[in-house]
């Protein structure tokens, strides 16, 4: 009875040290370690079989390298700190990252649907290749859109729709006290900088835009001489940088500024305050990157930082602002002078509204950026996060205008995600004058959305400064290219601008657009973007929109009256 009684024992268990030392000796055989313990004794025995007979050691050279090279790249994996998972997952864990280096890539061919790629879907992309190309745009089977999904717009045919024009659509831009009007196009290449861009890239816009009769704007890196050799049209713009028209210092150089804006070949000037990509926000190109060609064109010094302030260095209050266009102009011999910003503070823009009122100045034209402006690299929280996006910025600058009794005298241009003519109508019925593209055009020259134009490995040769990847991109074929996008694209304008019984892109109006806000639910743009009597800011606005707005701006300062 007492052995029934006994409990029944347990089954020993080995001391925990020696259970530690147990798991030591088997870790190379678990599955993290596996791969290089079979690396390394491959090696082991193929160096032991070499060594026992050297008849067979040029045969098995090859392997014993192959082999030894892996358990050296595994010893190092273990011994690195940088990396917790190779620590852990030696030789094998570089094929995660073999994965995240070609994971765009399968996306981008074998996985996105037409609609679904970003920034551009693949349809977007292949119809600016095909316009490009001359080849056959049209699609068949009908469209791929879900029309009855919340967010699907679409444009008002008409019962009795126009001839198709035959002109060019222009504008004319310049108010009173500008001396030289320049006749636009309504669709012309965004601001891109050469440095971004490579100097085959500029050469093909520019010379592009030289043989379609539209604008290149240079961006804030300046007027290079690659804008220069072809002889298009050009908008120079000018940041907090100065490029081009600065001191050593990095102020403004007025006479500097003079000799470069009254150049024949520059129509316009253009005065950056903020970008989509990255409003409010400076850059460093550092000092390494400087080369001698970039230290002329940009006028710094070569071995220092070639930095573009957050804000500007020649103005600091809206009034000081207009003084500073004013000027811009008069250095210019009288041509447009305007300036770009991405809509932030709704205060800061009717500040600016307030200062022309009271100096009497007033820009030529404003070109308003959206936050989904995208050729400039940024971080992730200012590119997704920071900025309005540009319908609702170019609504409410349309707006403002209408309201001092000023959008007669201003043009206003659109840029920010802008490839179709469908975009372009759009953007121009709730009131831009003209649109600009940067990534449209970049199309045009071929550029595949790699998504690494910060990395200056751009595969296309578009976005680099290397020369041997810049050689790619052959100037003659990319110029026609540019040619043929922008030419297809106005084309396709004119037949929807006809489509809606219209003759120029200038009667398109809110009214001509809907949006299915719901499932069962559509609205036009006139009850999306209401819009503003003229001179109702002067009288007292009840717009809850620019109300406390209006109240709050104060010419004298950016800052918000309290």
Not at 102 to 131: L, N, T
Not at 547 to 553: E, F, G, L, P, V
Request: contains cysteine.
């Amino acid at each position: 009875m007492a052995d029934n009684n006994k409990t029944q024992e347990s089954p020993k268990r080995l001391p925990l040290a020696e259970e530690g030392i147990m798991e030591t000796l088997l870790l190379p055989f678990s599955p993290r370690f596996i791969i290089l313990t079979i690396c390394a004794v491959v090696t082991a025995l193929l160096i032991g079989i070499a060594i026992a007979d050297r008849r067979i050691f040029d045969i098995l050279l090859v392997p014993i390298c192959i082999f030894g090279a892996l358990t050296l790249l595994g010893v190092r994996d273990l011994m690195q700190k940088s990396h917790a998972v190779l620590r852990n997952y030696p030789i094998s864990a570089h094929i995660r990252f073999l994965l995240e280096e070609i994971r765009p890539e399968m996306r981008q061919y074998f996985f996105e649907s037409e609609k679904d790629g970003m920034p551009f879907s693949r349809d977007i992309r292949a119809v600016v290749y095909q316009r490009a190309k001359m080849q056959l745009d049209k699609r068949p089977f009908g469209t791929q859109e879900d029309v009855y999904r919340e967010g699907y717009e679409w444009m008002h045919h008409s019962v009795s729709p126009k001839t198709h024009a035959e002109e060019k659509f222009r504008i004319t831009i310049g108010g009173p006290d500008c001396a030289k009007p320049y006749s636009a196009s309504v669709f012309n290449i965004s601001a891109m900088s050469f440095g971004a861009l490579s100097p085959n890239a500029v050469r093909a816009l520019n010379a592009g835009a030289r043989k379609g009769g539209f604008a290149h704007d240079t961006g804030e890196g300046g007027f290079s001489p690659y804008h220069a050799e072809m002889g298009g049209d050009v908008i120079w713009e000018i940041g907090s940088g100065y490029f081009g028209c600065r001191h050593r210092d990095g102020t403004f150089d007025p006479e500097a500024f003079g000799r470069v804006a009254s150049q024949d070949q520059i129509k316009m000037v253009e005065l950056k305050i903020s970008q989509g990509a990255k409003p409010g926000h400076g850059g460093v190109l550092p000092a390494a990157k400087v080369s001698e060609e970039i230290s002329k064109i940009r006028g710094v010094a070569m071995g220092e930082d070639c930095i573009s302030p957050a804000s500007h260095r020649a103005f600091s209050t809206p009034t000081g602002m207009m003084q500073f266009i004013a000027e811009m102009r008069k250095l210019s011999g009288g041509k447009p002078a305007g300036f770009k910003l991405c809509i932030g503070h709704p205060w800061e823009f009717l500040a600016i509204c307030k200062a022309m009122l009271e100096t009497g100045i007033y820009p030529d034209f404003i070109v308003v950026d959206g936050n989904e402006g995208g050729t400039g690299a940024a971080p992730l929280e200012f590119m997704d996060h920071l900025g309005m996006p540009m319908r609702e910025g170019i609504n409410f600058v349309h707006n403002a205008l209408v309201g001092i009794n000023a959008r007669d005298r201003i043009k206003l241009g659109a840029s920010g995600k802008i490839a179709t003519a469908f975009d372009m109508a759009r953007a121009m019925a709730i009131g831009a004058d003209w649109c600009n593209s940067a990534r449209g055009f970049m199309f045009s020259l071929g550029c595949i959305q790699s998504l690494s134009c910060h990395t200056d490995r751009c595969p296309t040769g578009v976005a680099t400064q290397d020369p041997t990847r810049a050689r790619a991109l052959y100037v003659p074929l990319k110029i026609d290219r540019v040619h043929n996008y922008h030419h297809a694209t106005l084309h396709s304008l004119t037949e929807l601008i006809a489509a809606a019984g219209l003759e120029h892109p200038q009667q398109l109006r809110p009214i001509h657009f809907s949006q299915r806000t719901s499932t069962t639910k559509v609205q036009t743009f006139a009850q999306l973007y209401p819009a503003l009597r003229p001179g109702e800011l002067l009288e007292g606005t009840e717009d809850p929109r620019f109300r406390d707005a209006w109240q709050m701006a104060q010419a004298a300062s950016f800052q918000p009256a309290m």
